[in-house]
């Protein structure tokens, strides 16, 4: 009965990762531990009878404790899956502002990326298996997508700062290879518009 009223999974990966379900008015009814790292938060973490606010607040203080988030750059990864586009985007927002005032409230920065989910059990099944939230597996399979040499097992052993760092990388790269073409492009349309000044003076001679 309680899955049938879940409507929202919730991922919030650091290095420990975590997965909250939530009923349709946000309300927290579980909260689960992906890994190792997770299941250690969370037996210090005294969540029971909180709110969502509370909850998050409560599982970013004890990081913080146990030295998971500190002072220096942090990588959080928030994923969203919810069938509906416009509550996980809602929820998304919500999430994430409550992040960020804990954050800016202890002086730590972070590197904040976000996932909505589409619904498909079969990877949250593939992702669990592997300790990893649906958002960390999906941040991974657009690596791959691009760069298919790196491989599913190398890329599940990194940590998401790690993975962040590798899709920026690649993501520069890109970028860099877009403007070379760019500007091959402009050298084309200069070399056209020399050849039509060149054939104007051979009829203005004529």
């Given at each position: 009965p309680?899955?049938?009223?879940?409507?929202?999974?919730?991922?919030?990966d650091?290095?420990?990762?975590?997965?909250l379900t939530?009923?349709?008015?946000?309300?927290?009814?579980?909260?689960?531990?992906?890994?190792d790292?997770?299941?250690?938060?969370?037996?210090?973490a005294?969540?029971?009878g909180?709110?969502?606010?509370?909850?998050?607040t409560?599982?970013l203080?004890t990081m913080?404790d146990?030295?998971?988030?500190?002072?220096e750059d942090?990588?959080?990864?928030v994923?969203?899956?919810n069938?509906s586009s416009?509550?996980?985007?809602?929820?998304?927002?919500e999430?994430n502002?409550i992040i960020?005032e804990?954050?800016s409230?202890?002086?730590?920065?972070?590197?904040i990326?976000?996932?909505?989910?589409?619904d498909?059990?079969r990877?949250k099944e593939?992702a669990?298996?592997?300790g990893?939230s649906?958002?960390?597996?999906?941040?991974?399979y657009?690596?791959?997508?691009?760069n298919p040499?790196?491989?599913?097992?190398?890329?599940?052993?990194?940590?998401?700062?790690e993975?962040i760092?590798?899709e920026?990388?690649?993501d520069?790269?890109?970028?860099y290879?877009?403007?070379?073409?760019k500007?091959?492009h402009?050298?084309?349309?200069?070399?056209?518009?020399?050849?039509g000044?060149?054939?104007?003076d051979?009829d203005?001679?004529?």
């Amino acid at each position: 009965p309680t899955v049938a009223r879940s409507i929202s999974l919730a991922s919030l990966d650091i290095n420990p990762s975590f997965q909250l379900t939530m009923n349709r008015m946000s309300s927290v009814i579980t909260l689960e531990a992906l890994n190792d790292d997770g299941e250690e938060i969370l037996e210090a973490a005294n969540v029971k009878g909180r709110n969502l606010k509370e909850m998050l607040t409560v599982i970013l203080d004890t990081m913080v404790d146990k030295g998971y988030l500190s002072n220096e750059d942090n990588a959080i990864l928030v994923s969203i899956d919810n069938k509906s586009s416009k509550k996980a985007e809602s929820l998304l927002t919500e999430v994430n502002a409550i992040i960020k005032e804990y954050l800016s409230s202890r002086k730590i920065t972070s590197h904040i990326k976000e996932r909505i989910i589409v619904d498909d059990a079969r990877e949250k099944e593939k992702a669990k298996d592997y300790g990893m939230s649906a958002g960390k597996l999906e941040l991974i399979y657009e690596i791959l997508e691009d760069n298919p040499e790196l491989g599913f097992d190398y890329l599940s052993k990194l940590s998401l700062k790690e993975l962040i760092a590798l899709e920026e990388k690649y993501d520069d790269m890109d970028d860099y290879e877009d403007e070379d073409h760019k500007d091959e492009h402009e050298d084309d349309d200069r070399d056209i518009d020399h050849k039509g000044d060149y054939e104007d003076d051979d009829d203005i001679d004529d």
